[in-house]
């Protein structure tokens, strides 16, 4: 066995979730272009026959709704690129015979008897869970899981060989994530 186990940062994951939120941005925005093309038609075509209260009301849906989305997309594009900007290179944290050794985002070292929990915290949506260290009941450092090179299954063995049993990667965030 290795003297120790370091789980790096890798930037790949978040920079596909830019990629995709970049696409759906543009898809956001050429269905717009089309369903306002395709309202204008029926509009021309249909509306006519229909008192004009029905037209501001079509025309005010679209407007509401295509704002809505394309704010959804543009907000989840921002929040992509501001996660990819926080990854730099380098290692994240090290598990060892002694503890566990945060490096990134901020350093500290927990031995293992001080270790109350490892565990995924927090939300699916931005950058994902993140796995965080508990020292006696107090949070000292966490790192969205989508910035590491390590899943949670290697983690979660490093960390119960390294410790000798005493501690594991508690998963149980993810029953409500997915």
Do not use: C, N
Request: proline residues 6%; positive net charge; without cysteine.
């Amino acid at each position: 066995m290795p003297d120790r186990f370091s789980a790096g940062l890798t930037p790949l994951p978040t920079a596909a979730r830019v990629t995709r939120q970049r696409g759906a941005l543009r898809w956001r925005i050429g269905s717009t272009v089309v369903s306002a093309l395709i309202l204008g038609a029926v509009i021309y075509f249909l509306g006519r026959d229909w008192p004009p209260a029905w037209t501001y009301t079509f025309v005010g849906l679209w407007v509401a709704s295509s704002a809505f989305w394309l704010t959804v997309s543009a907000v989840g594009l921002k929040r992509a690129k501001r996660d990819l900007a926080r990854i730099h290179e380098g290692i994240a944290f090290h598990l060892d015979a002694v503890g566990v050794e945060f490096v990134h985002p901020a350093a500290g070292l927990v031995p293992w008897e001080d270790v109350t929990a490892l565990r995924l915290v927090g939300h699916h949506g931005g950058a994902g869970p993140a796995v965080a260290v508990d020292a006696q009941g107090t949070e000292v450092a966490r790192v969205p899981l989508s910035f590491l090179d390590a899943g949670p299954a290697v983690i979660d063995s490093a960390a119960r060989a390294y410790s000798l049993g005493r501690v594991h990667l508690d998963v149980s965030a993810l029953d409500r994530v997915l």
